[in-house]
């Protein structure tokens, strides 16, 4: 039976990358050698490497001013190295749930935090708006895509200070302003490759302006002077993502993906609301075009369980929510096709049929 | 032409670890999803990286009171989280050599630290000895191989401290007591996998000791409290180190590849000390069974170049050696078979017949 992919991260792929990958894991383009075993110092690598910072690059309309680092970790040993690097006095937060939190609570032991919104009220259900970013911030950390809630900010703000983001989980699902930003963060494990790699887009002038002594491997300086390679990259999750984003340019690009997104998450968005028993969590002006999170109605709030073993019959993959909302969520993200997402609408139809 | 690959890291894998990567890259023992692909949190991939750790456990004799962590950001990473866990007051480190510097530089951002012998005199080419341990030192730090210069304590040395010892080039390369050690640590992209995840194995008394806070992800207390599902692991880089554990294991064990890495070691060395034109550049009681470094003797100096280039057309792949040291490296790990030092060794005598 067919899998429908909605994994939160790491999640689906685009085939052709796993196909490629695959083939350089036993033998990397004819040298007789896999991508995991050939030397990160060798040429081969090194055109890999580049080719994925210049795809990089050509996709999100990168600046020359930025550099593109590929780091190991994940986005959550950023949360401290954001702090570690920027924060000198105080920096700014938005709360806008479970990652947000935590990156917060790094920044605390680094310095001043001040929280200049959150929407713990309402279990994250919605992005906050109409905050004061105080001025005298070292920098404003954001959280773009909030996966778990389902909320997002689809928008670049405008930002009095340095703007930091986290952008795990919307990465490459639209066209950004890189412009707007001084360090842009996130795991690859959702649109841009597999678990592994970290990316980094960074202005170097944000650089430089803290006391403290940063150990090495923590310090962006080293990693922008290396171009990413002052220890041993993550090789293989590299040449993933250089399949990945191959696959992106190939379909068209951010502005491509961007429509098609926004067709998906339409789609199924549509499907909830017109249902009579399940209900989405994320207030509307904030839904993410990644995650859609929704519940049963109280109605039918037994039927849970009933309806993730019956879309689990169907090929749906990935589906359960996290425990933080409850209830179903479906990942939607760039490789994921409309198939899958009018397989699950159709499986809701269809259980709504036999249960409403 | 077959190529050998003497890669200093990434290096060779066992060919059976690659095919059945490549396979889990396109489908995951028939789920429909791939290694990549499916969520870190699945049964699937739970049960990966359970026997991941069994493996380790297993081959190496682990005791139970010992943690085996699967980590992103390379062994240098652990430079700075070492001391950042352990420092309190002083540590104790030996100098062989690039790396051990590298993780002495980083300790010294976090307290005293006393180099208890270094071998710098001689460009690394021996491992200290008669060294006194202070006992009074939170721990005491040492590099057992020494990639660039082919130096290797082959020993588990008696320490009145915690010993940490970070085994990035040879680990399971034979039997380790584990007993005596507080922390091992290292890359795995030698013996134990690709680039792209590190491992650490702990005893955790030796945590909890140092008053300073720890950012989340740099203390190793998070790791063992959630087996090193805090994040996202390295999900595909551990699955082709259960594959190459699984190998290991199959082939008779850490006892069996001690054996084998010695003969090779033995057949190399032996070609060396008995070749006119060559020469070792380590002491001889000092000697790495895994980075086997030579260059010409003085009257041939000039002819390393082109016995770099007649090596390659014999299908050598990665012996030349680090700039720190010139020359030739042969890098002999686990997974390099016994002919492919054959045939380095036919290669070095056929140049030699030619040209001495």
């Given at each position: 039976m067919k899998k429908h992919n909605f994994n939160a991260g790491p999640c689906i792929l685009p085939d052709v990358a796993l196909e490629n990958t695959a083939k350089a894991v036993v033998d990397l383009d004819g040298t007789g050698l896999s991508v995991l075993t050939i030397s990160h110092r060798s040429k081969e690598f090194d055109a890999i490497i580049e080719e994925t910072k210049a795809l990089w690059r050509e996709l999100l309309n990168i600046p020359e001013n930025y550099h593109i680092l590929f780091l190991g970790g994940g986005a959550s040993l950023q949360f401290c190295m954001v702090p570690y690097n920027l924060l000198q006095k105080k920096a700014a937060y938005l709360d806008t749930g479970t990652w947000a939190s935590k990156a917060i609570k790094e920044a605390k032991l680094f310095g001043e935090v001040e929280v200049v919104a959150s929407s713990s009220d309402k279990n994250y259900s919605y992005i906050p708006k109409g905050f004061n970013i105080p001025t005298d911030a070292d920098y404003f950390h954001i959280t773009t895509n909030n996966t778990i809630y389902g909320t997002e900010i689809k928008e670049d703000i405008d930002c009095p200070v340095t703007l930091v983001a986290d952008m795990s989980s919307d990465i490459m699902s639209r066209p950004v302003d890189i412009k707007k930003y001084g360090l842009i963060y996130g795991g690859a494990q959702k649109n841009v490759g597999p678990a592994g790699v970290t990316f980094v887009i960074i202005r170097e002038d944000i650089l430089g302006k803290v006391e403290r002594q940063i150990p090495t491997m923590l310090n962006y300086k080293t990693h922008i002077d290396k171009g990413s390679m002052f220890n041993t990259p993550p090789c293989g999750a590299i040449y993933t993502m250089r399949e990945t984003l191959k696959w992106l340019k190939g379909i068209g690009g951010v502005e491509k993906i961007n429509e098609l997104n926004k067709k998906k998450a339409e789609l199924l968005y549509n499907a909830i609301d017109n249902s009579k028993m399940f209900v989405g969590t994320a207030e509307k002006d904030s839904r993410s075009i990644m995650n859609v999170c929704f519940v049963m109605k109280p109605d039918y709030k037994e039927k849970e369980a009933e309806f993730l073993e019956f879309a689990k019959n169907a090929g749906m993959v990935g589906i359960k929510g996290h425990r933080s909302v409850g209830g179903f969520r479906a990942s939607?993200?760039?490789?994921?096709?409309?198939e899958s997402v009018q397989a699950l609408v159709d499986c809701m139809k269809e259980f709504e049929k036999q249960n409403a």
């Amino acid at each position: 039976m067919k899998k429908h992919n909605f994994n939160a991260g790491p999640c689906i792929l685009p085939d052709v990358a796993l196909e490629n990958t695959a083939k350089a894991v036993v033998d990397l383009d004819g040298t007789g050698l896999s991508v995991l075993t050939i030397s990160h110092r060798s040429k081969e690598f090194d055109a890999i490497i580049e080719e994925t910072k210049a795809l990089w690059r050509e996709l999100l309309n990168i600046p020359e001013n930025y550099h593109i680092l590929f780091l190991g970790g994940g986005a959550s040993l950023q949360f401290c190295m954001v702090p570690y690097n920027l924060l000198q006095k105080k920096a700014a937060y938005l709360d806008t749930g479970t990652w947000a939190s935590k990156a917060i609570k790094e920044a605390k032991l680094f310095g001043e935090v001040e929280v200049v919104a959150s929407s713990s009220d309402k279990n994250y259900s919605y992005i906050p708006k109409g905050f004061n970013i105080p001025t005298d911030a070292d920098y404003f950390h954001i959280t773009t895509n909030n996966t778990i809630y389902g909320t997002e900010i689809k928008e670049d703000i405008d930002c009095p200070v340095t703007l930091v983001a986290d952008m795990s989980s919307d990465i490459m699902s639209r066209p950004v302003d890189i412009k707007k930003y001084g360090l842009i963060y996130g795991g690859a494990q959702k649109n841009v490759g597999p678990a592994g790699v970290t990316f980094v887009i960074i202005r170097e002038d944000i650089l430089g302006k803290v006391e403290r002594q940063i150990p090495t491997m923590l310090n962006y300086k080293t990693h922008i002077d290396k171009g990413s390679m002052f220890n041993t990259p993550p090789c293989g999750a590299i040449y993933t993502m250089r399949e990945t984003l191959k696959w992106l340019k190939g379909i068209g690009g951010v502005e491509k993906i961007n429509e098609l997104n926004k067709k998906k998450a339409e789609l199924l968005y549509n499907a909830i609301d017109n249902s009579k028993m399940f209900v989405g969590t994320a207030e509307k002006d904030s839904r993410s075009i990644m995650n859609v999170c929704f519940v049963m109605k109280p109605d039918y709030k037994e039927k849970e369980a009933e309806f993730l073993e019956f879309a689990k019959n169907a090929g749906m993959v990935g589906i359960k929510g996290h425990r933080s909302v409850g209830g179903f969520r479906a990942s939607i993200y760039n490789a994921l096709p409309i198939e899958s997402v009018q397989a699950l609408v159709d499986c809701m139809k269809e259980f709504e049929k036999q249960n409403a």
